[in-house]
């Protein structure tokens, strides 16, 4: 499960993460980068990574990192993108500093650390991020780089769940199916797995799972 929950949550993160500014010139950088013409996207973000507007400095910033960390346009150097990344965190970007907790949890770029993932992810949903707290509720959940605390993965997970990350449900049903963290009830199960199951291919195979195991509930 907890790979699969890492991998939605990985797309989900990238989607649309960062504001386009229409009426700065780093929009054609980002314009340029979706027509694969690498090379003059990243002098573009080069130009302004280091902007005075904190938002055009993230956005810069971000391609760029994605660029090194692919190797787009520019040698690959996962070192180098978790530069870029951490600078972004440094300076206050919350997506960065999710990036930044997940580079020091995958050791991508860096080594492994998990009290410095934690510190990062920590910083994020202080920002409320959403995708920071899910990462969170995860590691606690499955105990990765922690001790396991059900309960302070759930809070994390609900606190995610309420500004409507999907698999953050995912999590909160499972805890009501194994009663980890809370008493087992089915019901809320299914009702959490009901509301989100039409939301993607993910929710609907992990909506028929469940009624394929417990039958009688999802008769009712």
Known sequence: MRNILLLISA??????????????????GVKYFKEHKYKEAFKIFEKYKDDKDIRISAVA?????????????VRQDL???????KKSAEMGDKHAQISTGEAYLKGNG???????????????SE??????QFLLALMYYEGEGVDI????????????????HIVAEILIA??????????????????????????GDFTKNAFNDFCNTYVEICKK
């Not at 989900?12 to 700065?24: Q, S």
């Not at 009290?115 to 994020?124: E, P, R």
Request: charge should be neutral.
């Open 174 to 199: 499972d805890a009501y199916t194994t009663g980890r963290g809370v008493n087992i009830n089915l019901g809320e199960a299914y009702r959490i797995l009901f509301k989100i199951r039409n939301a």
């Open 11 to 28: 797309i989900l993160i990238c989607i649309g993460v960062y504001l386009i500014f229409e009426d700065k010139p780093i929009q054609q």
């Open 127 to 132: 920002q409320d991020s959403e995708d920071a």
């Open 61 to 73: 910033r971000y391609y760029l990192s994605t660029m090194y960390s692919e190797g787009l346009g």
């Open 149 to 164: 605390n059900y309960e302070l993965a759930l809070d994390y997970a609900k606190k995610a769940a309420s500004k409507g």
């Open 110 to 124: 860096t080594y492994v650390d998990y009290v410095k993932a934690i510190y990062w992810l920590k910083k994020s």
């Open 79 to 85: 070192n180098e993108a978790f530069y870029i990344t």
